[in-house]
């Protein structure tokens, strides 16, 4: 047995589709954004940037997941699957990207809760505070790819916990493929587990930082959603306007990575505490991810209306004039309409 075909093709497909609506987006954001977007029209920049890059390195990785007793088995099917040390690499950075990739995503929810909730501290984001703003996600993905790095890097005791499972299932030797593996306990001569501290550790690390990303997103989410109902708040109808399509686009981009990232990764974690081994299902899980920095964008384009009528080509003629008079109305500023 191997790794199915539908994985791989699937996974090549997504980046793909993953390049083109990111560039699309990249494109809608140059010309149709404007100054009215404010400083979000920059982080819009960056996250699609990002989403690339984050393709790319899923792309070089083709993860293949595993859940097998105890431990999760993550190995590299990529061209890189046969050099060990580059493989190895490879899968650490993909990890700390999906690190990063959540954390950027609540960064976003905090900079919409600001602008609705907060406007008067928007002056946090000028100039080269914005960038200040990616350190969290930054320390982040340091902290997830030094646990990768550092405690799930090929090991014996994992080389001989899933090395008859890869031969078995995937027909692939352990010691010559790239791979990382949480191995949560093993089992004594007598059934007694024995527990193995540092990887239950880097797993409660990785589960606190799905949690704070995801915690932060619900808040904000929350907060906001309140304050652009609440009509005794003094903004324009067009600032009001523009913010609810923000929020919405926002609340579906944290509903995808919801159902595609934060609850498979997390069972993926959670599942072999208890010994309940899935086996080649948790495979879903890869595919899953690589849907994210796909479908993605498309949320944006189709949700933000000078974005969708452009690609419709629904605009009005008279679309780019009051494009001239809406970008008075800069969300950066919004106090000036209280």
């Known amino acids: 047995m191997t790794v199915s075909l539908l994985v791989p093709i699937g996974q090549h497909i997504c ?84 690190a990063f990739c959540i954390s ?68 692939e030797n352990i010691d010559q493929i790239a791979f990382v593996a949480p191995l949560y306990f093993t089992r004594n001569n007598d059934g007694s587990r024995q527990f193995r501290i540092a990887d239950l550790l880097g797993a409660l690390l990785i589960c606190n930082i799905i949690t704070l990303c995801f915690t932060t997103c619900t808040i904000c989410a929350y907060k906001t959603y309140k304050n652009l109902n609440d009509f005794s708040t003094q903004m324009s109808i067009r600032t009001r306007h523009l913010n609810k399509q923000l929020f919405w686009t926002l609340g579906l981009q944290t509903l995808l990575p919801c159902l595609t990232q934060y609850m498979p990764v997390g069972l993926l974690f959670v599942l072999p505490l208890f010994e309940i081994e899935v086996g080649k299902v948790g495979n879903i899980v890869g ?37 001239k008079v809406y970008a008075a109305h800069t969300l950066d500023r919004q106090s000036s309409n209280k």
């Open 287 to 323: 595919v899953l991810c690589c849907l994210y920095p796909a479908l993605d964008p498309l949320i944006a384009t189709f949700i933000i209306d000078r974005f969708r009528n452009y690609i419709l080509r629904n605009e009005l003629p008279s679309g780019v004039r009051s494009g």
């Open 15 to 98: 980046f793909v589709i993953a390049v083109l609506a990111n560039s699309l987006l990249l494109y809608l954001v140059k010309i149709r954004a404007g100054l009215h977007f404010g400083r979000y029209r920059i982080m819009m920049i960056c996250f699609s940037v990002y989403s690339i890059f984050y393709a790319t390195v899923e792309t070089l990785t083709l993860p293949v997941m595993h859940i097998h007793g105890s431990g999760i088995l993550f190995y590299v099917n990529s061209i890189l699957k046969d050099y060990v040390g580059w493989g190895v690499l490879i899968a650490t950075i993909y990890c700390g990207s999906f």
């Open 104 to 171: 950027t995503l609540a960064t976003h929810f905090v900079y919409r809760y600001i602008a609705v909730c907060r406007s008067t501290k928007l002056y946090n984001f000028d100039g080269y505070k914005l960038y200040l703003w990616f350190i969290p996600s930054c320390f982040l993905f340091t902290a997830w790819a030094t646990a990768i790095q550092l405690i799930y890097v090929p090991n014996q005791a994992t080389r001989d916990y899933f090395r008859n499972m890869t031969l078995e299932v995937y027909n």
